[in-house]
């Protein structure tokens, strides 16, 4: 039974203390919300859990055709109608499919910043704590005070509050417009696979097309390696050419320095005859 002094906790810790993607999700809820603490969002959770352990019980249940398991599954569903969770005509499969953001949308400190009376989260909470909210004709200062259907309706400052004045400077303005706390639908997995495969096609042809362009220039640099190496076929035939006239030139210019030689050859012979004589 426990001590009456001390209540029992009204939510579950999470298993592992560090799982690097919960504690992103909740820190996100925590700005998103104004939140004190992780407590509250467990709190949701272990609600949702209730919730969610319920309806399977009662899905197992109702394919038997008991009257009670009717019963009771009329019961959860009226429940969570009444708190504005689930539309009417609802079935025990839309329980399945609720999340924590489903529950955290109904507290007291979400619907005042919805409807107005505050310019932020944080100081909607503020308010409520400080006790400046009413709820019909009572004074609520539970931030996370899940508000009913009829309820929501009847949210208002105390009569006795000041921030009744227009003029007070916490009260927001009146061209203020608070912004719809909106939750992040996750697309299902078949849409993720469409998407992502027109991706890999996309890389599959970059990829492709990167390939053929290494190619083209790899054969580019071959291409220019060889006329660097190779000269021209027309400088080298040019060059032929001209050793050849220079050959053919230089063969003339020798038999003339040959016959020139062999006059000056006889021309010394006189000459010594001439003077022996």
Do not use: C
Not at 150 to 159: A, L, N
Not at 162 to 182: E, G
Request: hydrophobic share 20%; charged share 45%.
């Amino acid at each position: 039974m426990g001590k009456p002094k001390f209540s029992r906790k009204k939510y579950e810790t999470p298993s592992h203390p560090w799982q690097e993607d919960r504690i992103k999700e909740e820190n996100e809820l925590i700005k998103k919300y104004g939140l004190k603490n992780k407590r509250e969002i467990w709190k949701a959770q272990t609600r949702l859990k209730k919730y969610r352990s319920q309806a399977r019980e009662l899905l197992a249940k109702v394919e038997t055709g008991e009257a009670q398991s009717k019963k009771e599954s009329d019961q959860l569903l009226k429940h969570l109608s009444r708190i504005n969770i689930l539309p009417l005509n609802s079935t025990l499969d839309d329980v399945l499919a609720l999340d924590t953001e489903s529950i955290l949308s109904r507290r007291l400190q979400t619907l005042t910043y919805l409807k107005g009376f505050a310019s932020t989260p944080t100081q909607a909470r503020q308010l409520i704590s400080h006790g400046h909210v009413a709820v019909g004709e009572k004074r609520v200062n539970v931030p996370g005070y899940i508000v009913t259907k009829d309820e929501e309706s009847e949210i208002s400052y105390m009569p006795d509050s000041p921030l009744n004045d227009t003029m007070h400077p916490a009260r927001p303005k009146s061209d203020f417009k608070s912004v719809p706390i909106k939750k992040d639908t996750a697309k299902p997995t078949e849409e993720k696979k469409t998407d992502e495969e027109p991706k890999a096609e996309s890389t599959k042809e970059e990829k492709t097309e990167k390939k053929q362009d290494e190619t083209d220039e790899k054969i580019t640099q071959k291409e220019e390696t060889e006329n660097i190496e190779k000269p021209d076929e027309r400088k080298t035939e040019t060059k032929k050419e001209e050793t050849e006239e220079k050959k053919t030139d230089e063969e003339p210019k020798t038999q003339d320095t040959k016959e020139e030689k062999t006059e000056e050859v006889k021309t010394e012979e006189k000459e010594n005859k001439d003077g022996g004589n």
